[in-house]
Structures are given as C-alpha cells and as structure tokens.
C-alpha cells in the first residue's frame, strides 16, 4: 500500500503562485509515474501534470508555461503554480502509479478568486 498526503493549498489572487507537496509513504518503492489530478466543482477529475521515475514530464494544455511539476525523490512530489486563474479552482490530487495500482490522496482545495 502507498500513503498521498497533499498540503500547500489556499486561497490566491488571480495572477498569484501556490506550492503544492504531496508526501508519500508505505511501500514508496517500485513507484513509477506521479501526477496531479484537479477537480473542480460539477466537473471530471482531470490530468494537470505527470512525471516519470526517470523525469519525463507531461501537462495539460491549460497549464503549459504556469505550472511544473518536479519530484526531489519517490517520496516528495511537487506542483509550482504560478499566474493563477480562476479557472484554476479545483480540489487537486496526488497520484502515483505502481505494478498496475494506482493511488490517490485525499486531495487539496486550491481557490483562486480576488
């Protein structure tokens, strides 16, 4: 089993920056890819960004040029927003795959409004 625990959201001002960590324990070892995931209100749980064990990364259109994603080790994985927008408000969610499981956190409440 793999542990997710996000921290780092908020409420921002449009054109504002937040740092979300997702910290995982348990059996970390193995884990291949890592993302973040956003829902927000009425709508799918969408992709924002993945990244490899060997750090290949992977964004969503919407947030190409604003966000990067980064991983200091399989256990810390990290989400730089920066030149938030409305649009950006969702719940996000850590994710990491291994030997076909994949694992969710309980997710992060990002609001961006003036």
């Known amino acids: 089993q793999v542990q997710l625990v996000e921290s780092g959201g908020g409420l921002v001002q449009p054109g504002g920056s937040l740092r979300l960590s997702c910290a995982a324990s348990?059996?970390?070892?193995?884990?291949?890819?890592m993302g973040w995931y956003r829902q927000a209100p009425g709508k799918e749980r969408e992709l924002v960004a993945t990244?490899?064990?060997?750090?290949?990364t992977n964004y969503v259109d919407s947030v190409k040029g604003r966000f990067t994603i980064n991983r200091d080790n399989v256990a810390k994985l990290y989400l730089q927003m920066n030149s938030l927008k409305p649009e950006d408000t969702a719940v996000y969610y850590c994710?990491?795959?291994?030997?076909?499981?994949?694992?969710w956190g309980q997710g992060t409440q990002v609001t961006v409004s003036s």
């Open positions: 994710n990491a795959a291994k030997s076909g499981s994949t694992y």
């Open positions: 990244i490899t064990r060997g750090g290949s």
């Open positions: 348990g059996n970390i070892f193995s884990i291949n890819t």
